[in-house]
């Protein structure tokens, strides 16, 4: 693939006409599903820190990475630039996930310390519910549901926890 450092995640688009990288170099990278070049780097996306997750909006026209730097963020494809950033969730030692809720509405992560996922208003970036995760230690994957507002978090405790959303 030519890239310069470990992936720690790969992700297609809904389509499969592209797939994301989150690398431990901190970029993001997006490549042609067919040829499989890289079609755009988005290099330091999270600083030096790792980054940890990446995702494609169903209708590919944005990225919501999360990395090392506490730090989620939504980038525009066709630009690379940053839309949103979304702060207040301390991501440092597991490589956790950031996820879009079924609506695409919500976006999900996990805050270490507290051991909470906490939840984010998509558009204004505004930080909306903390719950805690129930795990013995931070939930290390968060996936959500495609079609329904239901998502399942897995944790260093090996345990598999099944959320069903009230917001």
């Known amino acids: 693939m030519g890239v310069n450092g470990a992936i720690n995640q790969v992700r297609y688009s809904s389509t499969g006409g592209m797939y994301v990288t989150a690398s431990k170099d901190g970029a993001i990278r997006l490549w042609d599903g067919v040829s499989a070049s890289c079609v755009r780097s988005i290099v330091g996306a999270h600083g030096t820190a790792e ?38 969730a301390t991501h440092t030692q597991l490589r956790c996930q950031a996820v879009f809720n079924d609506t695409e509405e919500f976006v ?60």
């Open 108 to 167: 999900l992560s996990v805050d270490e310390p507290s051991n909470e996922i906490v939840i984010w208003d998509t558009l204004t970036a505004e930080k909306v519910a903390k719950w805690p995760s129930n795990h013995i230690g931070a939930p290390r994957w968060i996936e959500h549901s495609p079609m329904e507002p239901a998502f399942i978090s897995c944790g260093t405790d090996r345990s598999v926890r099944f959320w069903k959303e009230i917001l």
């Open 51 to 88: 980054a940890t997750s990446a995702c494609f909006t169903k209708d590919q026209r944005f990225v919501l990475s999360c990395g090392k730097d506490s730090t989620v963020k939504l980038w525009e494809i066709g630009t690379g630039r940053l839309v949103k950033q979304y702060l207040g």
